[in-house]
């Protein structure tokens, strides 16, 4: 996993938020009881500020989540520390809370998800992603083709080959591996480097065959991720996007419903020992 400040304050924030929620106090209760105004509470959840250390002991004691002190405190210095690895690409050519999402990515603690369309940019190769992303915006020019590709590469080598690792489990729609992109030794390729992934430590697969039918992920992809290990039960956000935004739900009824949705999914998919014998003999078909 790769830290990333922006994200780490975004995890912080919420996780007091969800503190403060829990201990049923209002944003203008906890201003008052330890004098700060109610922007400053309100930019700390929002994930724009952090608190001071000794404002960050007296928090947590108010939402009686003392015990806490000490990791927050690390989660703290984590966040102040270093900067963005995504700082380098074009935030203009990313949907608006991409960049966001790819820091939350990879300080994850889990992965979890459901794909319907194509195979997860996280684990595409790079002649796979270059098609996809060169199709999928024709007006792009080269250089911002290898830019985006570079970008994909990048997120591969942070999350999945980083030290530690984040837990992913993702469920795959059997369309979206059958759907051609770019020549035969490029779907090839592609399904082989899957089949190898499903192998790796800590990486569980899953196809949802064809035959399977209306099914709770009809409306689209989705990514479930948890929160860093220092936040203790705080439940962390979904992020899902559209062909002209993305969003990012955190609302305990929202993950909820995602929640639901993903269970019923990787229930109605084929086991994750199955999956790398799948891809290998969908390989072959190319």
């Not at 050519?93 to 369309?117: I, K």
């Amino acid at each position: 996993m790769a830290d990333s400040p922006t994200a780490l304050k975004w995890w912080f924030g919420g996780a007091l938020r969800h503190l403060r929620e829990n201990a049923g106090l209002s944003r203008e209760d906890v201003a008052t009881e330890i004098g700060v105004s109610v922007s400053g509470i309100t930019h700390q959840e929002n994930g724009r500020s952090l608190p001071k250390p000794v404002e960050l002991e007296r928090l947590l004691s108010l939402y009686r989540a003392p015990e806490k002190i000490e990791s927050f405190k690390s989660l703290r210095l984590r966040a102040k520390a270093g900067t963005d690895w995504f700082q380098d690409f074009d935030p203009g050519e990313m949907p608006s809370d991409f960049s966001l999402f790819l820091g939350l990515e990879s300080s994850a603690a889990q992965l979890e998800s459901w794909d319907s369309q194509i195979v997860p940019g996280l684990l595409q190769t790079e002649a796979f992603a270059r098609d996809v992303i060169s199709r999928a915006n024709p007006t792009l020019k080269e250089h911002e083709v290898r830019h985006l590709v570079a970008l994909r590469r990048r997120r591969h080598d942070l999350v999945l080959s980083g030290n530690p690792t984040p837990l992913v489990h993702r469920v795959i729609a059997e369309s979206a591996l059958r759907w051609r992109v770019g020549n035969d030794e490029v779907m090839r390729e592609q399904l082989l480097f899957l089949a190898a992934a499903a192998q790796r430590p800590g990486t569980r697969l899953q196809i949802l065959p064809l035959s399977t039918g209306a099914h709770p992920g009809v409306d689209g992809s989705f990514t479930l991720l948890s929160s860093p290990p220092e936040l203790g039960n705080y439940p962390g956000c979904v992020y899902a996007e559209t062909l002209v935004d993305s969003y990012l739900y955190e609302k305990p009824d929202q993950i909820a419903a995602y929640r639901a949705a993903l269970t019923e999914l990787q229930h109605r998919a084929c086991p994750p020992d199955e999956t790398p014998a799948l891809l290998r003999q969908l390989a072959q078909e190319w």
